[in-house]
């Protein structure tokens, strides 16, 4: 039971951090939302590629007045989100 305690944390850990990172996006005038992960910047397996392309990628889009979804106040995600 124990090492079934210690195991699953670790392969939580190991898990996540194969996880590719994903950079949301919004340009905060017309509520438009563009993503850079893996997928959009097609990185290679090497992760300090990959890291280089989603740097890149997020650079590209904020040059263009886009601001990350997390830096985001609640006032102004509020105020972007689609209307139902």
Known sequence: M??????????????SSC???VV???NPK???VRRCSVAETGAGPHQFATETRIK?????WKSLGYVE????S???????APKP
Do not use: W, Y
């Not at 890149?56 to 590209?60: D, E, I, L, N, T």
């Not at 979804?69 to 985001?72: A, G, M």
């Open 30 to 32: 017309n509520g438009d």
């Open 69 to 72: 979804t997390e830096s985001l």
């Open 56 to 60: 890149a990628c997020v650079h590209q």
């Open 2 to 15: 124990i090492g079934i305690r210690l195991t699953l944390p670790a392969l939580l850990v190991f898990l």
């Open 19 to 21: 996880t590719p990172p």
């Open 24 to 26: 949301m996006l919004v």
């Open 74 to 80: 609640p006032e102004e995600r509020a105020r972007i």
